[in-house]
């Protein structure tokens, strides 16, 4: 089963402009990913955030996590043509009990920058 | 540095034929996961290897199996192939240490008709 939802479902932007991605999650979390996947090939990581981390950049992407609200935001500033792919978030669980490290994923945002 | 390699990369089979999917893990990675991806879904757990055995299951069926091997590669087994079986099968390698993302392969599309 899904862990939660991804907001919006789609987004299409123009090149330049900035992107912002929702996800929410439903269970208590060690660290939460995010993924971008080209034409349904494999996921690249972009960036983790920890539980106890509340903001978290990485070049032109930002991750937020407000654990209280159980959601994460992903920003993407300035954004080109080639950021055009499906992004998904993924939560991990805390240590401890079966499926150690399992990423349970939501069901994505595809993201469409126009030149 | 390599990354994860998944073999094939296109796969059709018959219904109720069984598959074999094959994944080379990151060099220095020690856990491999695979996961299922349905079109327009996000990738679900199947199930995870370290140490060469298995360790957690997502809601699969016993038809799905899996194995590592001592150099942490994998393979993916799924018997009496039914038509919701078609989908991108990924493989997936880590350290053992939540503090790292995953590096994923590109996956292998598996064709049930």
């Known amino acids: 089963s899904q862990q939660g939802e991804e907001d919006p479902q789609a987004l299409s932007i123009q090149e330049g402009e900035n992107a912002t991605m929702n996800c929410s999650y439903k269970?208590?979390?060690?660290?939460l990913q995010w993924y971008r996947q080209n034409s349904g090939r494999g996921l690249v990581h972009l960036i983790l955030?920890?539980?106890?981390?509340r903001e978290k950049h990485s070049g032109r992407l930002r991750v937020t996590l407000d654990t209280s609200k159980k959601s994460s935001s992903l920003l993407i500033t300035a954004s080109r043509a080639a950021d055009t792919a499906s992004y998904f978030c993924?939560?991990?669980?805390?240590?401890?009990?079966?499926?150690?490290?399992?990423?349970?994923f939501g069901q994505g945002t595809i993201l469409t920058v126009h030149p | 540095e390599t990354g994860v390699t998944q073999s094939p990369t296109h796969l059709i089979k018959t219904r109720g034929q069984q598959v074999t999917l094959r994944c080379s893990s990151q060099?220095?990675?020690?856990?491999v996961s695979w996961y299922q991806q349905a079109l327009g879904q996000g990738p679900q757990f199947i199930f995870q290897?370290?140490?060469?055995?298995?360790?957690g299951r997502g809601n699969f069926p016993p038809r799905f199996s899996g194995l590592q091997f001592p150099n942490y590669s994998s393979e993916l087994n799924v018997n009496a192939l039914e038509l919701d079986d078609s989908a991108l099968y990924l493989c997936?390698?880590?350290?053992?240490?939540?503090?790292?993302?995953?590096?994923f392969g590109s996956g292998t599309r598996l064709t049930v008709v």
């Open positions: 997936a390698s880590s350290l053992r240490n939540l503090d790292y993302g995953y590096t």
């Open positions: 269970t208590s979390i060690n660290n």
């Open positions: 955030i920890r539980s106890n981390e």
């Open positions: 993924a939560t991990v669980a805390n240590a401890g009990g079966t499926s150690y490290g399992k990423l349970t």
């Open positions: 060099s220095g990675h020690n856990t």
């Open positions: 290897y370290y140490r060469e055995e298995e360790n």
